[in-house]
């Protein structure tokens, strides 16, 4: 075992080979129909060799691939039959990120990094050793992956320009790449790429698998002649069913030639399959009968031989606990990169929480105290400014955290498969630099527009209070925001419905209507208020003169009974709610992706 200060570490023999023995997996349409996208396959992926799953669109390849990296599980919708062995063991997906890793299609980085530091936050959180021996290892993989020259460039996307396709899918496989795991699983990592990059990316994984003897299986469309040389193994699938297993090259291609489909002088084999095995095509799905009866015929003993010999005995344990602080501060500084990095998300925050401050200052300049000549419309002013304070603070808040965690959010999810860190460090990281500008903004607005609009000056302690007030609830506003971030897979329906859901509870804040006046079948909403809460604070704060005060008393007249302090309790209680239950939230939405 090895120690190091922020990391545990059992590392045993390297070595995986990957079997699966007759898998079955068959999901319940919407129909009620049952559709088997795989039916009964077997083999084996080994170690220190390339494995790439071929088929035509649609045959099962991502499937399998998922099935065998244990992201595909039997659930009410579908039924998985069969064994998946690594070394001849049985795993499930947390054993899975032990030994194994897996790059998805979507390359899923933040775009506000930059290649370097995306290398650096994995090899932090999924590598031993120290920040120099860290550090090599990011110039290596750096150097390997050919991206010297784009390593401080951001990684780019919707509002960031960045860089290129293949830069960024080579970004994606070195990220998974650095923590050197035993085996690898990709998801057509060649994909949109010109043939060059898929080129270059073959030959890398294909280094990789030789070097330290790793298991390598990747799924891919259209080879070209050299990507198809450089398969060791190969796996052809066709409506759900192989009808090619083993070794690549020549081989494939003599397999096919002995039941009379020869590939033509100078095609390229990769071509020559996919065209004989395209179910768009009436010839291919009528000779598909000849295809698996030769595959059971000349292939299917010696794969189940293969898989008998295969290696026996305990996988890697790669079992990495870096510290909860350790991951917390990781996360967080990652968020406070990203923050700066939004430098006109920020700028346009500061600026609103001025500018409102400014206009709301100004439409209620001077509002008369009860010390002076004042009629009941000033009184009616002051409540109107309260409520708005409470409404705009609190949707200044929720609308940029609709606008970045939702797609933070797949991140996380793909991240927390590769057992970077856990939900808790995260959500407590991001959690904590949030709040820098949710504490600022509403403080700098209450700054500029408290003394405009006159209110009460009575001691300092009433300004402060109110800044209180309206910071708490603008953290209500991230929680909410964090909830519906995290309840709604989808993020563009998470951004439309949030606000929307939302917008009722105003008018359960006693202002529109008092308080005693709801209908007692639907007055219990008002309990769920946010904006009922930080009203009555505000409320209270304001009209709690130490001298006299208006007459009638606007408290009496609001009907809001909280103390101040009572109504901030309540605030605080739906802050930490929708916290608590955004957390749950990320932890099941964890759990179904898998
Ligand atoms: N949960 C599901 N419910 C219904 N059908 C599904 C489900 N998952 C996959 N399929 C169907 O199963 C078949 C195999 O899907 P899969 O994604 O494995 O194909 P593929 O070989 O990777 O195709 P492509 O190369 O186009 O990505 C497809 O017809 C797909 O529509």
Request: net charge positive; proline share 4%.
């Amino acid at each position: 075992m090895i120690q190091t200060k922020n990391i545990d570490i059992i590392q045993e023999n390297r070595h995986v080979d990957i079997t699966f023995k007759n898998i079955i997996y068959s999901v319940t349409l919407k129909d009620g129909s049952k559709k088997d996208l795989l039916k009964g396959v077997s083999g084996i992926c080994k170690s220190g060799e390339v494995t790439a799953i071929l088929g035509s669109s649609g045959a099962g390849k991502t499937t399998l691939l998922n099935i065998l990296s244990k992201r595909i599980q039997s659930n009410k919708n579908q039924t998985l039959q069969g064994e998946v062995l690594a070394n001849n063991n049985p795993y499930d997906i947390n054993e899975f990120a032990q030994f194994a890793t897996y790059v998805m299609q979507d390359d899923i980085l933040l775009e506000s990094m930059t290649v370097k530091e995306c290398f650096e936050f994995a090899v932090n959180l999924k590598s031993k050793g120290t920040q120099e021996e860290k550090n090599v290892k990011i110039n290596q993989m750096l150097k390997k992956l050919r991206l010297e020259r784009c390593q401080n460039t951001f990684v780019g996307g919707l509002f960031i320009k960045g860089i290129s396709g293949g830069e960024r899918k080579r970004t994606s496989i070195g990220y998974e790449l650095i923590s050197n795991p035993s085996c690898i699983f990709l998801d057509e990592p060649t994909s949109g790429l010109d043939s060059f990059t898929a080129y270059s990316i073959i030959s890398l994984l294909k280094s990789y698998a030789i070097e330290n003897n790793n298991t390598v299986v990747f799924t891919i469309h259209q080879p070209s002649g050299d990507i198809w040389n450089m398969f060791d193994n190969v796996m052809m699938l066709v409506n759900g069913q192989f009808i090619y297993q083993g070794k690549g090259g020549m081989n494939v291609v003599n397999h096919f030639s002995s039941f009379g489909f020869s590939c033509p002088i100078h095609s390229n084999p990769a071509d020559y399959l996919m065209s004989i095995m395209h179910g768009e095509s009436e010839v291919n799905t009528n000779n598909y009968p000849k295809y698996f009866e030769q595959y059971d015929l000349q292939l299917k003993q010696k794969v189940s031989s293969e898989i008998e010999n295969s290696q026996k005995g305990d996988y890697p344990h790669r079992i990495i606990h870096t510290s909860l602080i350790y991951q917390i501060s990781q996360i967080a500084l990652r968020q406070i990169r990203i923050l700066k990095r939004n430098p006109i998300l920020l700028r346009a925050r500061l600026g609103q929480s001025i500018i409102i401050a400014l206009f709301i200052g100004l439409i209620y300049l001077d509002i008369p105290k009860p010390t002076e000549h004042y009629t009941i419309r000033d009184i009616n002013d002051k409540n109107g400014v309260l409520f708005f304070f409470t409404i705009s603070m609190f949707m200044m808040t929720l609308n940029p955290c609709m606008l970045t965690f939702p797609s933070q959010k797949q991140v996380f999810l793909r991240e927390e498969n590769s057992k970077l860190y856990s939900v808790f460090p995260y959500f407590v990281g991001r959690l904590v630099v949030d709040m820098i500008p949710v504490i600022i903004f509403p403080f700098i607005s209450s700054c500029i527009a408290y003394w405009m609009i006159g209110l009460n000056n009575d001691n300092p302690g009433k300004f402060f209070f109110f800044a209180f007030v309206v910071i708490i609830q603008s953290m209500v506003g991230l929680g909410i925001g964090y909830l519906g971030g995290s309840a709604f897979s989808d993020a563009k329906l998470a951004i439309a419905v949030t606000p929307l859901m939302i917008m009722p509870f105003m008018l359960f804040a006693g202002f529109y209507k008092n308080a005693k006046d709801y209908a007692s079948w639907i007055g219990w909403i008002q309990y769920l208020s946010p904006f009922k809460y930080a009203f009555n604070a505000l409320v209270h704060n304001e009209y709690t003169y130490d001298g006299p005060t208006y007459n009638p008393d606007p408290i009496r007249q609001l009907d809001l009974d909280l103390s101040k302090w009572e109504a901030v309790a309540c605030l605080a209680g739906i802050f930490g709610i929708a916290i608590i239950l955004s957390f749950m939230f990320l932890s099941l939405l964890k759990k179904k992706v898998q």
